[in-house]
């Protein structure tokens, strides 16, 4: 996830996420306090006590980042205005200079404006980063009230046959396999388009309550009802 920490006493304690490694241990990611970017916590023990704790400190995060929503909208609001006035200023700086140099020959003059134009452009590109990472931060908010507010059909995914039709391959594998796909861990897997084309999905099981053909593996076992829908496709 995104740190959406406000100060450094929050970044300190700023969970990213957490992987397994090679050897079936955890990785966690903190917020590095200097927010240049991340660092990793080897070897934690993948057991239940841990992921708990992870779980629980990331889904707190994530409440605290939809409650201070405007926050974020406001700094990339801010950080859209700042790049257009860099830039503009900046190329307006250039121009004049340009100007002043072809008509009069004032070349210090030119020189002058030509950097200042130079640094307010090269402002505005920071700006513009600023922004883009702002504009991210506020998409993934809202991906996160999306999944909230749709909780409880993305839990019901396992019991209907053509839930995951049309999402994309890998995210159906994962889906399949995970024990609790939709947690704040996972979010970053997926794109709205997975979310809102589950969601119709859903609806459109819940509408019509399709009869199956029923589905047993080679030892006589039902099929799990997610992995009918994916045969069917």
Known sequence: MYDYSLNNAERSKYILGYEKDKSGNLIVHFSDTNNTGKVSFPNVLDNDENRYKLDKKMDYQMTEAIQ???KFILNKKQSLRNTLYC?????TSFTIGAFA????????LTICLGILGGVLTIGGASFFRQYSKDKEKVSEIKKAEYIRDNKEKLDSIFSYPNSLVGVRGDVSTFIK???????VNNYDLFDRCDLEQIILNVEREEEFGFQYVKKKTSDGKDVPTIQIGLLLK
Request: avoid cysteine; hydrophobic fraction near 15%.
């Open 68 to 70: 201070n929503r405007e």
């Open 87 to 91: 830039i503009g200023s900046g190329i």
């Open 101 to 108: 140099y072809s008509n009069d020959g004032k070349f210090p």
């Open 177 to 183: 396999d995970s024990h609790d796909p939709f947690k």
